[in-house]
């Protein structure tokens, strides 16, 4: 397990580096929508390798970077990259970056990826705010002593996704004349690809999308308080729904195909968040 100090000489890191930037928004972009932290102007780039006990990710589609400048008026440090439970590192490696966000004074996170659609009335390319998460996996970043700096015992789970965020993202899409779908991820920790008949298990349980990230923040980020937007791209139909299997490439494509209006729509978002 971390010690708080190993938190600290990291956080101590990404401050030095960051300087009188003070970030107000932690964004991590997921597979295929790193193109937000590309179009930001004058960024202060910093490398997961270059701090302190942090691991860096190797996933497709993911860089392992912080990218810190400023969008939609809102100072951010964005994560070009994310780590996941199946590379091989521990839940709280995974969940480190967000605790390192709130050691330097982050309290809001919108958190993206990209998932497989188990509601047949979605399609590939439809963005899903996510309005509440099913794990039913022992992965989990909080097991262990718990850290009292960050954070309860036995956190509250009732509202992961911050309401009022959800509406503003609304009112955002419906700005630009688009609407936005919403619902539940079901967290898998992967590598491999769902089975048909998990995808239809998933379905009866109240299931709108899957995936193999986000849900391990989005704890450690509740557990510290944090407020939380989380969008998910759909990128492919789950396993079993069409006549076809599944693969990483096309996952990807559909990230960069959709990235322009994703960008659109958070650079708006932050302009109107106050
Ligand atoms: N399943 C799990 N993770 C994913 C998928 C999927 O279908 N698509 C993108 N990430």
Redesign the pocket.
Known sequence: MYTISEYNEAAKCLSDRLGDFNPEVLIILG?GLGDLAEICPDPIIIDYKDIPNMCSSTALGHKGRFVAGILGEKRLLMMQGRLHFYEGWTAEQVVFPIRLAKLIGIDKMIIT?????INTSFNVGDLMLINDFIKLNGMNPLIGKNLDEFGPRFPDMSKVFDREYMQLFRDTVSSFGDSVREGVYFY?T?PQ??TPAE?RAMRILGAD?????TVPECIAARHCGMRILGITL??????GILEKP?D?DE?IAAGKAASAKFCKYVIEFLRRLS
């Open positions: 597979s990826n990209a998932a497989g659609g898998c992967g690809y769902e995808i999308a899957v995936g193999m990230s759909v990128t492919n139909m789950a396993s599944l990483g996952v």
